[in-house]
Nanobody, 125 residues
Framework: QVQLVESGGGLVQPGGSLRLSCAAS????????MGWVRQAPGKDREFVAG????????TYADSVKGRFTISRDNAKNMVYLQMNSLKPEDTAAYYC??????????????????WGQGTQVTVSS
């Protein structure tokens, strides 16, 4: 059983930056592809970014490409989401998610099977 705990959310002005962190615990946590998804009020949950289990391959939603960067540190069982040039439409609860074991790519919401509790990101002036 893998547990995922997010941190780093908060209130930021448009154009600002935040870095989200996800601590993964449990058996062989570092052997799974990981990702981030988000859900804004009144909207469906959507894929944000994914990273392969080794960390060499990343994928992004078109809406965040060029602004967000996903990374991981398997020695620490940590996954990160660096968010730059934030926009009001990025406001959402952000969830760390676990994908398939030993997966080299994650491209969509349906590939995740475990979720954290989420951390709120609010972009507003």
């Amino acid at each position: 059983q893998v547990q995922l705990v997010e941190s780093g959310g908060g209130l930021v002005q448009p154009g600002g930056s935040l870095r989200l962190s996800c601590a993964a615990s449990g058996r062989a946590a570092s052997s799974y592809a990981m990702g981030w998804v988000r859900q804004a009020p009144g909207k469906d949950r959507e894929f944000v970014a994914g990273i392969s289990w080794i960390g060499g391959r990343t994928t992004y939603a078109d809406s965040v490409k060029g602004r967000f960067t996903i990374s991981r540190d398997n020695a620490k069982n940590m996954v990160y989401l660096q968010m730059n040039s934030l926009k009001p439409e990025d406001t959402a609860a952000y969830y760390c998610a676990r994908g398939p074991e030993y997966s080299t790519i994650v491209t969509g919401l349906s590939e995740f099977n475990s979720w954290g509790q989420g951390t709120q990101v609010t972009v507003s002036s």
